[in-house]
């Protein structure tokens, strides 16, 4: 009995909830630190054009949001909370992607 408890504790852990609305990021901090992570590299971008970026990409999701599926939303969500720099260009970029491969 012991073991079915602490997998249900362990399990409960995974379960990610999803809004009705797009998540909130913090696109600042997500920015700086991916920037800083490719510090060195020809990478050409600046803080503030990351920024533009990922708002330009939340106002996409604003309106493709509700007409996205639970389980949709909660794969993608999930896969942004993973690595602790979330990103609005990657959500949008999941959710599309499912969305293309559901088509037949």
Same mark, same amino acid.
């Given at each position: &009995? #012991?073991?079915?408890? !602490? &997998?249900?504790? *362990?399990?409960?852990? =995974?379960?990610?909830? @999803?809004?009705? $609305?797009?998540? +909130?990021?913090? @696109?600042? %901090?997500? /920015?700086?630190?991916?920037?800083?992570? $490719?510090?060195?590299?020809? *990478?050409?971008?600046?803080?503030? !054009? /990351? *920024?533009?970026?990922?708002?330009?990409?939340? %106002?996409?999701?604003? !309106? =493709?949001?509700? +007409? &996205?599926?639970?389980?949709?939303?909660?794969? /993608?969500?999930?896969?942004?909370?993973?690595?602790? $720099?979330?990103?609005? @260009? !990657?959500? =949008? $970029? /999941? =959710?599309?992607?499912?969305?293309?491969? %559901?088509? #037949?």
């Amino acid at each position: &009995m #012991p073991f079915s408890i !602490s &997998m249900m504790i *362990v399990g409960s852990q =995974l379960l990610i909830p @999803v809004a009705d $609305t797009v998540p +909130k990021f913090d @696109v600042a %901090r997500s /920015c700086k630190l991916d920037l800083a992570a $490719t510090a060195g590299l020809s *990478v050409g971008q600046s803080p503030k !054009s /990351c *920024v533009n970026d990922e708002q330009k990409a939340r %106002r996409q999701l604003g !309106s =493709l949001w509700s +007409k &996205m599926s639970g389980p949709q939303k909660e794969s /993608c969500v999930g896969q942004e909370a993973v690595g602790g $720099t979330p990103s609005y @260009v !990657s959500l =949008l $970029t /999941c =959710l599309q992607m499912d969305q293309w491969a %559901r088509k #037949p």
